[in-house]
């Protein structure tokens, strides 16, 4: 599989990634054994770089990738996790965050150069790792905290960025950046200070490119990578304008399944799936370091590696490439 840089760093990572949301128990409980699976799947398939976080199932998905590749070798493949929440040791929990029969930890925000560095110790421990090749911050911005979020950009860019800036240093991660779901946090924090990815969900898809109104070309100007993750923008462009079509994790509106219902019959007059239009969507697209792929299913993952091997059509450019959707 094909390796693309991060930044300026030595980072190379696979030009599909596997994100561990879903064996966090994402919406439901997954057994050990298909973890082990849909891992084995990805790693059979090529698959070198692996994305994962504390809030997936309160350090759970941590610890199952960290098992599932315990018996790798360590250079082999690429790691980011990501900081801004603290785990401690809580009670147990049916379940927390929409993720179930999470790990019995309690959970807190910071953004702090202390708290970035505690996370990471913590999520190192988990998955068995003395080094993280990217520590992305996750869900800075007002999407996630809203007014609170004045206080947690504070924190970061006192101190939380001059840490990473020092980790990165000493080795102990070898780049990092943004894990977010909007464009502002970027284009505010990229107007402070360098950062090296962003790992972006939902901005840059065949249905919303809103990234591409400034932010790609902040990237552009600051050698800034982009992983590109949510692309079926959390359901719709895998399932089609259905009335229980999800969009940016809530049901989709009238204006939104328009939309969607134009981009599917674009896609049915070159002959290719709505689904298959939007993987490739993004695999092409020049910033994409990586394409983020994100099930506990083995099948699922294979069905969508196998749509990302289809030739682009003769007018896929012209048709998706050049025709921006209107703002959603």
């Known amino acids: 599989m094909k390796l693309n840089p991060i930044g300026k760093t030595d980072v190379r990572v696979t030009e599909v990634s596997f994100g561990c949301a879903s064996i966090g128990n994402l919406y439901q409980a997954v057994p050990e054994t298909q973890v082990q699976d849909v891992i084995a799947a990805a790693w059979d398939a090529g698959i070198r770089y692996f994305d994962t976080a504390p809030h997936y199932g309160r350090g759970l998905s941590e610890q199952r990738l960290g098992s599932a590749l315990s018996t790798k070798p360590r250079e082999a493949f690429v790691l980011s996790t990501k900081v801004g ?6 009670k ?3 379940q927390a965050d929409g993720f179930l029969e999470p790990l019995p930890n309690d959970v807190r925000y910071d953004y702090s150069g202390d708290g970035i560095e505690a996370s ?11 080094t993280i090749d990217i520590a992305f911050v996750h869900d800075l911005g007002r999407y996630t905290h809203g007014a609170a979020n004045d206080a947690h950009m504070e924190d970061f860019l006192g101190s939380g960025h001059e ?19 909007e464009n502002e946090v970027c284009i505010e924090v990229m107007a402070q200070e360098r950062i090296d990815v962003i790992l972006l969900a939902g901005r840059l898809t065949l249905l919303d490119r809103s990234a591409e109104d400034r932010l790609t070309d902040m990237c552009r100007e600051q050698d800034t990578s982009l992983i590109l993750g949510g692309v079926f923008n959390s359901g719709i462009l895998a399932t089609g304008p259905t009335q229980d079509a999800t969009y940016d994790y809530a049901p989709a509106s009238p204006e939104v399944r328009s939309q969607v219902t134009r981009l599917q019959a674009a896609a049915r007059s070159l002959e290719i799936p709505l ?5 490739l969507f993004a695999h092409q697209h020049e910033l994409a370091a990586s394409v983020l792929m994100g099930t506990a299913k083995a099948s699922t993952l294979k069905r969508n590696l196998m749509a990302l091997k289809t030739p682009p059509p003769d007018g896929f450019g012209e048709i998706f490439r050049n025709s921006k959707p209107a703002h959603i």
């Open 85 to 90: 929440r603290v785990l401690s040791p809580g």
């Open 92 to 94: 147990p929990m049916a």
């Open 120 to 130: 990471l110790e913590t999520s190192m421990e988990r998955l068995g790792t003395t």
């Open 163 to 181: 840490r990473l800036v020092r980790l990165k240093e000493k080795g102990r991660i070898r780049a990092f950046g943004l894990g977010v779901n």
């Open 275 to 279: 689904a298959t239009a939007a993987l």
